[in-house]
């Protein structure tokens, strides 16, 4: 296959902003591919050459793209980083000056979408000593022998500026248009959830069809998205809405990690699919040491703790063991416990399907317990009364609060699905608003006053699950202290855009446009009707959208989260009808 229909196939995402119009164009395109090509392509879609949860990384930052873009070019450094200046994008950059290069006969073979694969994991793999001139070196070879179209997007891929709009939810839309049913769609999306792998789904569906899709299983190495919790406002509506009874578990302030553990080895990630096992050595070594199977995949919640006390410390002490270096420091001073609260696979056996009581039982008697591992403190609880003390119990531990799992037959793990068989419930819940939200920064307004020559505020929007993009829902201005708002330039740097991304929905124009990537959380007094802002819009007036206000941040960067996990639109229309100032929704 040639690279050059690959890319023209982006350059036809990259003119529409319709999810519709996106999902017809690589559903055409997907048929046209073998299978292993396929698969490429849908990796190269989203800028990658594996899934999601690969740490590899390009590694080459905008200048060093340049200069493989000048040699290519023939043009001198200056001028090519002037026209960068400008454009602000080093794709755009080798489309406009590849053009102008003329045909070049000397390379006459055209560049097949092998080579480029090739080369890409060369660039990706090349390390040590003068590895960033020979990651350039590398790129100016693929650059020599492409056209301006191929050009462009090969910069943007080794920058990490991949966006055509082609989401995960898209590529499953198309997939399961190109090769299955309407019908069969939930199990394409099954197979991507227990495997986190669109490039597998995409092989799979193409060579096997449904059959061989129905037969994607859970398997230690391939993370799993993770299950989500609904919300309600107070403990009798949650036991009303289990039935009278469920099982109760202490919500740990901490971070949310998936072991996969094997014979040999342990490997912890986040919920958003990054490998942290070097953040936490000491929890990967004693999860195999406790483990009596040989191969299990669990979840559990990483709790800083006081090393005097063994008393359970805040979330922003256990992100101390986020950082990139000086980890044996990070771990002799942050010590942690995991809280064990779920098992997913052991041995062999798929334990997704199996109630919520099984699994439990089953993760019992998979573990010797430590210091270092244990199980969430649960309870079964019957009526009101008894949820509301051990709510209480939860917040005297140093708990957040408390998630109630409901205890019947089908109460089975639903992988990257939000429902009320989990029900999450905190102390502040009892207010007007019943949860924080989750938000991607889309862009930033210049402050004034003492804020001048920074951001002053940012423009924030919720992810629609439904359509695939961003929609606008604040304006947020408050909660931000200095040290914050000095780093937030460079926080922000790599996601610019020199316009409104092609799948951000909004009316306000802020003075400089981010790609969804950042993701902050934010509380605010009330969710109103907002002729301003496009988030839910139509859901609950038909000319307007929903807003949040007296927008506060929190403080708390979502590290952990990406910005398909953000707060929905469909969870913002549930919150606004839940307040006591909304009306209802046959009003």
Known sequence: MLYSELASAFERLDATSSRLEMTSILSEFFRS?????????????QGKLHPDYFPQEFGMADKLVLRAVAMASAKPYEEVEKLWIKEGDPGTVAELLIKGRGQMTLFSEPLTLERVVNVLTSIENTEGKDSQDK???????????SGPVESKYLCRIVTGRMRVGAGAMTILDALSEAFATREGRPDVERAYNVTCDLGLVAKTIASGGMDAIRGVHVSVGSPIKVMLAERLSSIPLIMERMGGRCAMEFKYDGIRLQAHISKDSVRLYSRRLEDLTSNFPDVAAELRACCKAEEAIIEGEC????????????????????????????VEDYPVRMFMFDILFIDG???????????????????????????????VVEGPEEGEAFFARALAAKSEGVMAKSLHQESVYRAGSRGFLWIKYKKDYEAALTDSFDLAVVGAFYGMG?????????????FDSDTGRYSTVCKLGTGFDDAFLDNLPEMMESHLSKGRPSDVDA??????????????????????????????????????GLGLRFPRFTGRVRSDKGPEQCTTAAELAEMYWAQDTADGPDS
Do not use: C, N
């Open 33 to 45: 591919l073998d299978p292993g090509s396929l698969r490429d392509a849908v990796y190269l879609s």
């Open 135 to 145: 990651k350039m070196k590398q790129l100016f070879l693929l650059l020599r022998e």
């Open 303 to 330: 709790v800083a703790v006081d090393p005097s006390t063994g008393a359970m410390l805040p979330f922003q002490t256990v992100t101390h063991r986020r950082k990139k270096h000086g980890m044996d420091k990070a």
């Open 349 to 379: 056996t798929d334990m997704t399907s199996r109630p919520f009581t099984e699994r439990r039982d089953k993760l019992a008697g998979a573990f010797e317990l430590s210091e270092k591992i244990g199980l969430t403190e649960m309870e």
């Open 450 to 462: 003492k804020r001048a020559g920074k951001y002053g505020a940012l423009l924030m929007a919720i």
């Open 507 to 544: 009316q306000m124009t802020p003075d400089i446009w981010f790609f969804p990537a950042v993701v902050l959380e934010v509380v605010a007094a009330e969710i109103s009707l907002s002729p301003i802002h496009t988030a839910a819009f139509g859901v609950v007036k038909e000319d307007a």
